[in-house]
């Protein structure tokens, strides 16, 4: 059945959208005038222009209509577009000037004055990252395994080779890596990864080996909406005898439950990584459109979270183990990653900001 037919059968005919994008619009424009913050600006341009708002449903539709409807509907799809989004940015324009000018005044005044006021009553809330990373590492604790550190300094070795990295990887190249400017062979840099802790935990010589090691590292990424150049990650390591690509699933599938609830699934994809043969990427259902498929998950319904898979066998030696006589898994993610998802974050370059109104914004979800 043609467009136009479900369209009408639907009463959503040409002139009946028409009235509708009007109403759209309207709705839109009188929000935009109440919005204060560009947390509501945010919502606001989501369902004004976002994927699923009616303008964009009928612009993906215009394709499907007769000639003579087409034209009368996309006229009204571009003057309402054209309304919306100059209207959006007069909004922004308003709001990033009362935003500046309120935050003006608070450190004109005071540049504590939230951090006191959380101190007298007693409604602190920590970082949402750090948050993350005490949830996570009680799941794993749960679930059997150690919480372990290591780090942020490593040399070449431990950060590269140890984890089958090649020399002339493009990881170990200058402009992906802080190396440190000081006289040390072999040279030291800020771990890009948590996997160099892999090496350590095996080297203590005691197995078998359940750990987990969140951390802090660093990338010599540009920032933007999802990558800044310091962020952190959490990684499991399974070592022991008999363990199989069925116990990393089984203990993906285990975290992913008790993480994100039982309605959250979880799957594997094939993949390369250096340091595991075989590997794999891990997806989870997406979080913000229960896996029925929106822009943040490019209509998959998965989102990939990290990397895993079994433990290499030269990963295994530089370790100090036999990879005849035990294998492992490793899998890691993230936790970053894992928060934009988890509250919506846009932009996760709001992450480092130190903006307390991130923290009082989310303080009730702890």
Same mark, same amino acid.
């Given at each position: 059945?043609?467009?136009?037919?479900?369209?009408?059968?639907?009463?959503?005919?040409?002139?009946?959208?028409?009235?509708?994008?009007?109403?759209?619009?309207?709705?839109?424009?009188?929000? @935009?005038?109440?919005?204060?913050?560009?947390?509501?600006?945010? &919502?606001?341009?989501?369902?004004?222009?976002?994927? !699923?708002?009616?303008?964009?449903?009928?612009?993906?539709?215009?394709?499907?209509?007769? +000639?003579?409807?087409?034209?009368?509907?996309?006229?009204?799809?571009?003057?309402?577009?054209?309304?919306?989004?100059?209207?959006?940015?007069?909004?922004?324009?308003?709001? &990033?000037?009362?935003?500046?000018?309120?935050?003006?005044?608070?450190?004109?005044?005071?540049?504590?004055?939230?951090?006191?006021?959380?101190? @007298?009553?007693? !409604?602190?809330?920590?970082?949402?990252?750090?948050?993350?990373?005490?949830?996570?590492?009680?799941?794993?604790?749960?679930?059997?395994?150690?919480?372990?550190?290591?780090?942020?300094?490593?040399?070449?070795?431990?950060?590269?080779?140890?984890?089958?990295?090649?020399?002339?990887?493009?990881?170990?190249?200058?402009?992906?890596?802080?190396?440190?400017?000081?006289?040390?062979?072999?040279?030291?840099?800020?771990?890009?990864?948590?996997?160099?802790?892999?090496?350590?935990?095996?080297?203590?010589?005691?197995?078998?080996? *359940?750990?987990?090691?969140?951390?802090?590292?660093?990338?010599?990424? !540009?920032?933007?909406?999802?990558?800044?150049?310091?962020?952190?990650?959490?990684?499991?390591?399974?070592?022991?005898?008999?363990?199989?690509?069925?116990?990393?699933?089984?203990?993906?599938?285990? %975290?992913?439950? #008790?993480?994100?609830? +039982?309605?959250?699934?979880?799957?594997?994809?094939?993949? *390369?990584? +250096?340091?595991?043969?075989?590997?794999?990427? %891990?997806?989870?259902? $997406?979080?913000? $459109?229960?896996?029925?498929? $929106?822009?943040? $998950?490019?209509?998959?319904?998965?989102?990939?979270?990290?990397?895993?898979?079994?433990?290499?066998?030269?990963?295994?030696?530089?370790?100090?183990?036999?990879?005849?006589?035990?294998?492992?898994?490793?899998?890691?993610?993230?936790?970053?990653?894992?928060?934009?998802?988890? *509250?919506?974050?846009?932009?996760?370059?709001?992450?480092?900001?130190?903006?307390?109104?991130?923290?009082?914004?989310?303080?009730?979800? #702890?």
């Amino acid at each position: 059945m043609r467009r136009e037919r479900v369209m009408e059968a639907e009463g959503l005919g040409a002139a009946s959208s028409i009235d509708a994008l009007a109403g759209h619009v309207e709705r839109v424009l009188a929000e @935009l005038e109440a919005v204060e913050s560009s947390l509501d600006l945010a &919502r606001v341009r989501e369902a004004a222009i976002g994927p !699923t708002s009616l303008l964009a449903t009928l612009s993906r539709s215009l394709r499907d209509l007769d +000639p003579s409807q087409r034209s009368i509907v996309g006229r009204a799809v571009s003057d309402a577009r054209r309304r919306v989004t100059d209207a959006l940015e007069r909004a922004g324009r308003r709001v &990033r000037e009362a935003e500046l000018e309120r935050q003006l005044q608070a450190e004109r005044s005071d540049p504590t004055t939230g951090l006191v006021r959380s101190a @007298l009553d007693g !409604t602190g809330a920590r970082h949402l990252v750090a948050r993350a990373r005490m949830e996570l590492e009680d799941v794993f604790w749960r679930l059997g395994f150690e919480v372990a550190t290591g780090p942020e300094v490593e040399d070449e070795w431990h950060n590269f080779e140890a984890l089958n990295v090649a020399e002339f990887h493009p990881a170990r190249a200058a402009q992906d890596s802080f190396y440190l400017d000081v006289p040390a062979s072999p040279p030291l840099l800020l771990r890009t990864h948590t996997s160099p802790a892999q090496i350590r935990l095996m080297r203590r010589g005691r197995l078998p080996i *359940y750990a987990v090691v969140p951390g802090r590292v660093y990338r010599r990424d !540009t920032p933007d909406a999802r990558h800044t150049p310091a962020f952190h990650q959490i990684e499991a390591l399974v070592v022991d005898e008999g363990i199989s690509f069925a116990h990393l699933k089984g203990t993906i599938e285990a %975290f992913t439950s #008790a993480y994100f609830g +039982p309605h959250i699934a979880s799957r594997l994809r094939p993949a *390369y990584f +250096p340091f595991t043969e075989p590997s794999a990427e %891990f997806e989870v259902t $997406c979080t913000i $459109c229960g896996g029925q498929g $929106c822009r943040t $998950c490019s209509g998959t319904g998965w989102i990939e979270l990290g990397g895993a898979g079994m433990v290499h066998e030269r990963v295994l030696e530089a370790g100090g183990l036999d990879p005849t006589s035990v294998s492992g898994f490793a899998f890691g993610f993230g936790i970053d990653r894992l928060v934009q998802m988890r *509250y919506g974050i846009a932009d996760m370059r709001i992450l480092p900001d130190n903006d307390v109104r991130l923290l009082w914004q989310t303080r009730g979800e #702890a």
